[in-house]
């Protein structure tokens, strides 16, 4: 069982002192971290800057408890980070989404939401509108050290966009072009993605032709709770029926499987032609449900004539998967940096050499067409 800290064990770090120990200007990886805190819970409000103030690398630009409140105080108190409550008196969370994320220092939102079906119809439409990730609002009790660390990481890197996980300036590109099979139509293709993924994910489905018929896996990180409603966004982006996956499931033209929140989709090949199978074993990622499998079993299960691609997320996850998918001779791409909100996922796998195409998710979505529409099969 995790044991509370008290908050009165946790660094007495006011946002003013910290700023004089950590006065960066907003040019490199060891800049302090802005964050804003928008919740009209006082007691919410509080937990979150305590959290927050304990980590030197950040400082609280702000605390509001409307979203009318965080719009003016970030006119002139500029977040790279804003933790967002949806559910708030006046114009709310979700109708200020789209203001909060134009501010001149186009921060990244976390939305903070409640465990209810509302909670997760809000939460999903503002990941799709833009907000950068989510983290499930705990019951009273709830705020553990373990939620402490959570949530340190989530703001950690969403406030470390500008440089790679180590501190590094990213390179102009990592894509290998030589990799791509020319003329070459793949069997699946694959979509791995986690923090930021969901408004990418919309961007490159909307590219999709009508005509566009090849099926279609989605493993996105998301709680279970969630993911019946994000089926149904997928639709929406689309114009296709997406199915949660389960055991037996047929990969075939036409069909969007996603994956459950409680396993991984691994592709199988049998007499009639592709299965699916939803597997409970423990990935490298150690991500639930995880993009490795569905990767390493299509280049087991389609000789490598699938095609995946990774968008925006943080960590490893999807690239031993892209590494035997490549091996089979399958082909990888990944979204670039500079509109992912965290290049976690898509990175490793650009910095492993595996990706011969690097790119915005609108241009991932055009080439998918076109490689759908290629004359040769693969």
Not at 130 to 146: I, Q, S, V
Not at 211 to 227: G, K, R, V
């Given at each position: 069982?995790?044991?509370?800290?008290?908050?009165?064990?946790?660094?007495?770090?006011?946002?003013?002192?910290?700023?004089?120990?950590?006065?960066?200007?907003?040019?490199?990886?060891?800049?302090?971290?802005?964050?804003?805190?928008?919740?009209?819970?006082?007691?919410?409000?509080?937990?979150?800057?305590?959290?927050?103030?304990?980590?030197?690398?950040?400082?609280?630009?702000?605390?509001?408890?409307?979203?009318?409140?965080?719009?003016?105080?970030?006119?002139?108190?500029?977040?790279?980070?804003?933790?967002?409550?949806?559910?708030?008196?006046?114009?709310?969370?979700?109708?200020?989404?789209?203001?909060?994320?134009?501010?001149?220092?186009?921060?990244?939102v976390l939305v903070v939401s409640?465990?209810?079906?509302?909670?997760?119809?809000?939460?999903?439409?503002?990941?799709?509108?833009?907000?950068?990730?989510t983290l499930l609002k705990p019951?009273?009790?709830?705020?553990?050290?373990?939620?402490?660390?959570?949530?340190?990481?989530?703001?950690?890197?969403?406030?470390?966009?500008?440089?790679?996980?180590?501190?590094?300036?990213?390179?102009?590109?990592?894509?290998?072009?030589?990799?791509?099979?020319?003329?070459?139509?793949?069997?699946?293709?694959?979509?791995?993605?986690?923090?930021?993924?969901?408004?990418?994910?919309?961007?490159?489905?909307?590219?999709?032709?009508?005509?566009?018929?090849?099926?279609?896996?989605?493993?996105?990180?998301?709680?279970?709770?969630?993911?019946?409603?994000?089926?149904?966004?997928?639709?929406?982006?689309?114009?296709?029926?997406?199915?949660?996956?389960?055991?037996?499931?047929?990969?075939?033209?036409?069909?969007?499987?996603?994956?459950?929140?409680?396993?991984?989709?691994?592709?199988?090949?049998?007499?009639?032609?592709?299965?699916?199978?939803?597997?409970?074993?423990?990935?490298?990622?150690?991500?639930?449900?995880?993009?490795?499998?569905?990767?390493?079993?299509?280049?087991?299960?389609?000789?490598?004539?699938?095609?995946?691609?990774i968008l925006s997320g943080m960590?490893?996850?999807?690239?031993?998967?892209?590494?035997?998918?490549?091996?089979?001779?399958?082909?990888?791409?990944?979204?670039?940096?500079?509109?992912?909100?965290?290049?976690?996922?898509?990175?490793?796998?650009?910095?492993?050499?595996?990706?011969?195409?690097?790119?915005?998710?609108?241009?991932?979505?055009?080439?998918?067409?076109?490689?759908?529409?290629?004359?040769?099969?693969?």
């Amino acid at each position: 069982m995790t044991r509370l800290t008290p908050l009165s064990q946790w660094p007495e770090t006011a946002g003013t002192d910290a700023s004089l120990r950590r006065p960066f200007a907003r040019t490199g990886a060891s800049a302090a971290i802005r964050v804003m805190i928008v919740d009209d819970s006082l007691t919410v409000r509080t937990i979150f800057k305590r959290m927050v103030e304990s980590d030197p690398a950040m400082i609280i630009a702000g605390t509001a408890s409307s979203a009318e409140g965080a719009l003016a105080q970030l006119a002139d108190a500029p977040a790279d980070v804003v933790l967002l409550d949806l559910e708030m008196p006046g114009m709310g969370g979700l109708g200020a989404l789209p203001a909060i994320l134009a501010t001149p220092a186009a921060p990244q939102v976390l939305v903070v939401s409640s465990l209810t079906m509302d909670g997760a119809e809000h939460t999903l439409s503002a990941l799709q509108m833009g907000a950068a990730d989510t983290l499930l609002k705990p019951r009273p009790g709830g705020f553990t050290e373990d939620y402490r660390t959570q949530l340190l990481g989530k703001i950690r890197a969403l406030g470390s966009r500008g440089s790679d996980p180590m501190g590094n300036v990213r390179a102009p590109s990592f894509a290998r072009p030589g990799l791509a099979r020319p003329r070459w139509r793949p069997e699946v293709i694959a979509i791995g993605a986690s923090t930021g993924g969901i408004h990418a994910l919309g961007l490159m489905l909307r590219r999709l032709a009508p005509a566009f018929d090849l099926p279609i896996l989605i493993t996105q990180h998301l709680p279970a709770s969630f993911i019946p409603v994000f089926a149904r966004q997928v639709e929406a982006a689309c114009g296709r029926s997406a199915e949660i996956a389960s055991d037996g499931a047929a990969i075939c033209a036409g069909r969007i499987l996603i994956a459950p929140g409680h396993g991984h989709m691994v592709a199988q090949r049998r007499a009639d032609g592709l299965t699916m199978r939803i597997s409970s074993d423990p990935a490298p990622s150690g991500c639930v449900p995880s993009v490795d499998p569905m990767l390493s079993s299509l280049a087991e299960a389609c000789d490598g004539r699938a095609l995946g691609v990774i968008l925006s997320g943080m960590g490893r996850d999807g690239v031993i998967g892209a590494g035997a998918l490549v091996d089979a001779g399958g082909t990888i791409w990944a979204q670039d940096a500079d509109t992912s909100a965290v290049w976690g996922m898509p990175g490793a796998v650009a910095r492993a050499g595996l990706a011969s195409m690097i790119a915005p998710p609108e241009r991932l979505g055009d080439a998918v067409c076109a490689q759908a529409s290629a004359a040769m099969p693969g």
